[in-house]
């Protein structure tokens, strides 16, 4: 798999997430939740700002859902759905993510 990975899985044992900077410069997060891999641009639809306040920290007390800490939407981590607050039924725009054979993570478009 060409380029170097974004990350890789083990980052994310921690705290379940991780912030990166893809290879355009924008900002990014990474979460996992229930074994399953998601990653996001990390820019809230409400108001045009990144979600965390602390490094790395995207999900909500519990581990279920994605989090804005700047005014507290809640988002489906599955499919980045705002199902609370006041972005509701706006989404985060996803990245479409692979994992190689060493745990290393990409854009599918690598």
Same mark, same amino acid.
């Given at each position: 798999? !060409? %380029?170097s990975p974004l990350a /890789?899985? %083990?980052d994310l044992d921690a705290t379940g997430a991780l912030a990166?900077?893809?290879?355009? %410069?924008r900002a990014g997060f990474l979460v996992r939740v229930h074994g399953h891999l998601h990653g996001y641009e990390n /820019?809230? !639809?409400h108001r045009d700002s990144r979600l965390e306040?602390?490094?790395h920290r995207f999900l909500a007390e519990g581990g279920e859902l994605i989090q804005c800490a700047h005014h507290g939407a809640l988002?489906? !981590?599955e499919n980045g759905e705002c199902v609370a607050g006041p972005c509701q039924y706006?989404?985060?725009? !996803?990245l479409s993510l692979t994992i190689d054979?060493? %745990?290393g993570i990409h854009l599918a478009s690598e």
């Amino acid at each position: 798999m !060409p %380029g170097s990975p974004l990350a /890789r899985l %083990g980052d994310l044992d921690a705290t379940g997430a991780l912030a990166i900077t893809l290879p355009d %410069g924008r900002a990014g997060f990474l979460v996992r939740v229930h074994g399953h891999l998601h990653g996001y641009e990390n /820019r809230c !639809p409400h108001r045009d700002s990144r979600l965390e306040i602390e490094a790395h920290r995207f999900l909500a007390e519990g581990g279920e859902l994605i989090q804005c800490a700047h005014h507290g939407a809640l988002f489906l !981590p599955e499919n980045g759905e705002c199902v609370a607050g006041p972005c509701q039924y706006q989404s985060l725009e !996803p990245l479409s993510l692979t994992i190689d054979d060493h %745990g290393g993570i990409h854009l599918a478009s690598e």
